[in-house]
């Protein structure tokens, strides 16, 4: 399985993962955060190669709050319909960046197989790791027709 340190940064990766970071920096200043204070910004690379990005949208009622990473993905979605995830990227501005939470992984899973997750910083420090690593056994859609 593939992890960088922490103190891997976003200027010495590949164009690929800059180009994602720019989505996601972009996208994270849509944040509509005003409950939390919390800007995030996610950007999805598709095995299509298309980048979709997405911000976290809270709301009074807490229940409707949606995070970036499913704001990118039901974004996603709902432009090109089923599609398989290669590389998620999560931004805040917090010193340690933020993994996805439980629910975004559980989504994630349901459009990629083990993608790239990466959890950077603004600053561009970031880490990497397989999803399989950070949720080893997510709900499949093959538990739902076995008996
Ligand atoms: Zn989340």
Redesign the pocket.
């Known amino acids: 399985m593939t992890t960088k340190p922490i103190s891997s940064n976003i200027a010495e990766s590949t164009e690929e993962v800059r180009e994602l970071f720019r989505n996601a920096v972009l996208a994270r200043e849509k944040a509509h955060c005003i409950y939390s204070g919390h800007k995030v910004g996610a950007a999805i690379r598709t095995n299509t190669g298309k980048i979709f990005s997405g911000c976290n949208v809270e709301n009074s009622s807490y229940g409707g709050c949606i ?1 970036a ?2 704001t990118a993905i039901v974004k996603a979605v709902s432009e090109v319909g089923f599609l398989e995830i290669s590389d998620v990227l999560v931004v805040t501005d917090s010193r340690d960046p933020w993994p ?2 439980g ?2 992984l559980q989504v994630i899973g349901e459009f990629g197989k083990n993608p790239n997750i990466y959890f950077a910083n603004v600053k561009g420090n970031f880490s990497l790791k397989k999803f399989i690593e950070i949720f080893s056994n997510p709900f499949r859609r093959g538990f739902l027709s076995s008996k």
């Open positions: 995070c990473e499913r996805p939470c629910m975004c």
